[in-house]
């Protein structure tokens, strides 16, 4: 069994910090990489930042020079530290994991999905 937990997200007044964070647990043999997405009402689901395995990112334009993403492999976590945040940030955020499974290494890398945090930018 693996579960992919986001935390972190609030209520908070444009300009103002977030950091998310997202956690894997259960049964991981190795994980690649990771990535945040965000959905807003009536919107499709879109990627945000996304980390590699080797600590390499992208961002979204819209969040370029805003938010950072990084990783902890010790502990099988990532963080999105969120600054400068605009209303237009509102959004569930959702965390995904690209892993090979302890108990399920002939399948092969598979994405697993965390529930998501809902994120409210708002003064």
């Known amino acids: 069994q693996v579960q992919v937990v986001e935390s972190g997200g609030g209520l908070v007044q444009p300009g103002g910090s977030l950091r998310l964070s997202c956690a894997a647990s259960?049964?991981?043999?190795?994980?690649?990489?990771v990535g945040w997405y965000r959905q807003a009402p009536g919107k499709e689901r879109d990627m945000v930042a996304r980390?590699?395995?080797?600590?390499?990112?992208n961002y979204a334009d819209s969040v370029k020079g805003r938010f950072t993403i990084s990783r902890d492999n010790l502990r099988n976590t990532v963080h999105l530290h969120m600054t400068s945040l605009k209303p237009e940030d509102t959004a569930v955020y959702y965390c995904?994991?690209?892993?090979?499974?302890?108990?399920?290494?002939?399948?092969?890398?598979?994405?697993?999905w965390g529930q998501g945090t809902q994120v409210t930018v708002s003064s």
């Open positions: 995904n994991a690209d892993l090979i499974r302890t108990d399920d290494v002939a399948s092969g890398r598979q994405l697993y």
């Open positions: 980390i590699s395995s080797g600590g390499t990112t």
């Open positions: 259960g049964s991981i043999f190795s994980i690649y990489a």
